[in-house]
């Protein structure tokens, strides 16, 4: 089976091919500023053919028809005909409270979608018009389904979610703690447990998903119990432009002193503050150059990073009475050995020890256990697939509905298809 995994925004939209027989990714790509001058698609296959073509792309109809010409292309395809893909998953920002889990596309699932893109609305919107869009290029024959960056963070306690503002703008508005990067968060928890060779609900775990954006999670015998990131991805440690918790106060009183609209804070927050903010770099590699060059501001802003992300971690090992593993994933938890070595020397009190040597080694793609061998807590450097839990979750679904359909059965479906 042979799954189109798609995470589309306003501008791009990302894509995977996933051959599900082996669980390797055949071809993946990306159509870039959608709507706008200079778009352009690129795409490559994994046996290293690559193209990319600057055109057109008026929307996200578009955008798919350039997808799926790219993969059939007598150059770069890896496909013979469309009918080889077997189903689409798609990834959704904001599930609320109405998903905790993957489901099946249908208009019902739209329509709910839809209700809910005031909570997202740079993300839904688009995520919402990738699912139309495919039904007209693939027509309503192809399955589709929708996995929700919000549904594995569902498990946490409503002491965890709720704000402590007046409880009627929960029911009227839901505004509460949803938590973002679920699918990394719900993937690299999984891998770790099966790395130490431990049951996932045996294991307390707090996964730091540390890139671009930031999230921590605490995963408790196999459920989140809390989580970084609030009611937008803004919320929890510094980012890379996203300024993160802070005190609600700075917001009115820049808004009041420099006389800045909602629109203008908002920008300031989420794309001139964070590391960016601090250092005046945007791009880890600069902030490395810049602190190796003995930039003060530079060298303040991983100071910031690892310290933040050593005080969440502090505070879930709290919250679950104990931990046993820390694991480190995304663009930076990856492949940034100064903050993981950063963020764990403060948390000896706990028991963790890092090995120095493993720590730089484990980069662009290795992955396992950086800490030694005396560690009271485990921690591992893991990489994130995201993908393979869009495309995992969109199979079982699809197997399911075929399996529920099949003429000699009398099989009900299940509430997640």
């Not at 993957?102 to 919107?125: F, M, R, T, Y």
């Not at 930076?332 to 028991?351: H, V």
């Amino acid at each position: 089976m042979k799954i189109l995994v798609i995470n589309a925004g306003s501008s791009s939209m990302k894509y995977q091919l996933i051959d599900m027989d082996d669980e390797k990714w055949q071809a993946k790509g990306i159509c870039d500023r959608i709507g706008m001058d200079g778009a352009f698609i690129r795409h490559q296959t994994a046996d290293g053919r690559s193209k990319k073509i600057v055109t057109q792309i008026k929307n996200h109809v578009d955008a798919f028809k350039l997808v799926t010409k790219a993969l059939l292309d007598k150059e770069v395809g890896v496909i013979s005909k469309l009918s080889d893909i077997s189903a689409i998953g798609h990834r959704i920002v904001q599930g609320g409270s109405i998903f905790n889990k993957s489901v099946l596309v249908n208009d019902e699932v739209i329509k709910q979608i839809k209700k809910l893109i005031p909570l997202a609305p740079l993300h839904n919107g688009p995520e919402v018009d990738a699912i139309l869009a495919c039904q007209e290029v693939f027509g309503k024959s192809v399955p589709q389904c929708v996995v929700f960056d919000t549904s594995f963070h569902s498990t946490m306690p409503p002491k965890a979610y709720l704000y402590p503002i007046p409880y009627k703008y929960y029911e009227k508005y839901k505004i509460r703690r949803y938590g973002f990067h679920g699918t990394s968060h719900r993937y690299v928890s999984h891998h770790c447990a099966h790395l130490m060779h431990q049951p996932l609900e045996d294991i307390k775990m707090v996964t730091c998903h540390i890139g671009n954006g930031s999230s921590i999670a605490a995963v408790k015998n196999g459920k989140v119990v809390d989580t970084s990131m609030g009611l937008t991805p803004l919320d929890g440690i510094m980012m890379g432009t996203r300024s993160g918790t802070l005190d609600p106060s700075i917001v009115t009183f820049l808004m009041e002193k420099e006389k800045l609209t909602p629109k203008e804070m908002n920008d300031i927050l989420n794309k001139e503050s964070g590391v960016l903010g601090v250092s005046g770099y945007s791009d880890d590699r600069d902030v490395t150059k810049a602190e190796i060059e003995g930039d003060p501001r530079a060298v303040l802003a991983h100071e910031m990073q690892s310290y933040q992300i050593a005080k969440f971690i502090g505070a879930y090992a709290a919250a679950m009475n104990g931990i046993d593993c820390i694991a480190f994933c995304a663009g930076l938890g990856e492949n940034q050995p100064i903050i993981r070595y950063g963020a764990c020397r403060y948390l000896g009190f706990l028991g963790v020890k890092i090995d120095p040597i493993l720590n730089d080694e484990y980069i662009h793609g290795k992955e396992g256990k950086i800490s030694t061998f005396d560690s009271h807590v485990a921690v591992y450097v893991i990489n994130t697939n995201e993908e393979l839990v869009i495309a995992r979750d969109t199979k079982s679904i699809v197997e399911k509905l075929q399996y529920a359909s099949a003429p000699d059965k009398t099989y009900i479906v299940p509430e997640d298809v």
